[in-house]
C-alpha cells in the first residue's frame, strides 16, 4: 500500500505559475509510475502527466509546453510545475502511483484554481 499526500494547491492569475508537490510513504519500492491527474467540476477524471522510475514522461496535450513532471526517487517526491497557466486548468488535482503489479493509489487531491 502507498500513501500519497499532495501540496501546493492555490489561486493562480492566468498566465502565473504554480508548483504542486506529492510525498509517497508505504510501500515505496513497489511504485513504477507516478503522475498527476485532475478532475474539474462536472467533468471526468483527465490524466495531466505521468513519470516512470525511469524518468519516461507522458503529458496530456493540453499541458505539453506548460507542465514539468518531474520525480525524486530518493526523496520519494513527485511534482508538477505548472506555468503559463489557463482557466481551463481549474480542477482537483490528484497524486498518482502504479506499483508493478499495477495496483494504483490516489492521493486526497488539491484544488487548484486559475483566475483570468
Known amino acids: 500500500q502507498v500513501q500519497l499526500v499532495e501540496s501546493g494547491g492555490g489561486l493562480v492569475q492566468a498566465g502565473g505559475s504554480l508548483r504542486l508537490s506529492c510525498a509517497a510513504s508505504?510501500?515505496?519500492?513497489?511504485?513504477?509510475?507516478m503522475g498527476w491527474y485532475r478532475q474539474a467540476p462536472g467533468k471526468q477524471r483527465e490524466l495531466v502527466a505521468t513519470i516512470s522510475r525511469g524518468g519516461s514522461t507522458n503529458y496530456a496535450d493540453s499541458v505539453k509546453g506548460r507542465f514539468t513532471i518531474s520525480r525524486d526517487n530518493a526523496k520519494n517526491t513527485v511534482s508538477l510545475q505548472m506555468n503559463s497557466t489557463e482557466p481551463g486548468d481549474t480542477a482537483v488535482y490528484y497524486c498518482?502511483?502504479?506499483?508493478?503489479?499495477?495496483?494504483?493509489?490516489w492521493g486526497q487531491g488539491t484544488q487548484v484554481t486559475v483566475s483570468s
Open positions: 498518482n502511483a502504479v506499483d508493478f503489479k499495477s495496483r494504483s493509489s
Open positions: 508505504g510501500s515505496i519500492f513497489s511504485v513504477y509510475s
